[in-house]
């Protein structure tokens, strides 16, 4: 069975940044596509940052250039570094494969950008 454990969220002002991080179990994060994802209050999920198998990572329009998508594969552990954050950025993130694994969602990390 797939597990998720992300944290690293929290409050932050506009402009500031974060370090999230998930960590998995059940799975092997190298081997796989992984993502991580958001859910704003009133909003459907999305995939904010992605990375191959292969390392190549990709990402949105609405967060290109200020989001940035890491694994470190001796912790099996995905990581999402923050920065520039503005209060759209507001939301629980959440790390999966891609696409999202059937096996279930973590409790995903609380994200709140406000002054």
């Known amino acids: 069975q797939v597990q998720w454990v992300e944290s690293g969220g929290g409050l932050v002002q506009p402009g500031g940044s974060l370090r999230l991080s998930c960590t998995a179990s059940g799975i092997i994060v190298r081997l796989n596509n992984m993502g991580w994802y958001r859910q704003a209050p009133g909003k459907q999920r999305e995939l904010v940052a992605s990375i191959t198998a292969f390392s190549n990572t990709n990402d949105p329009d609405s967060v290109k250039g200020r989001f940035t998508i890491s694994r470190d594969n001796t912790k099996n552990t995905v990581y999402l570094q923050l920065n520039s954050l503005i209060p759209e950025d507001t939301a629980v993130y959440y790390c999966?494969?891609?696409?999202?694994?059937?096996?279930?969602w973590g409790q995903g990390t609380q994200v709140t950008v406000s002054s």
């Open positions: 999966n494969t891609v696409p999202a694994s059937a096996s279930g």
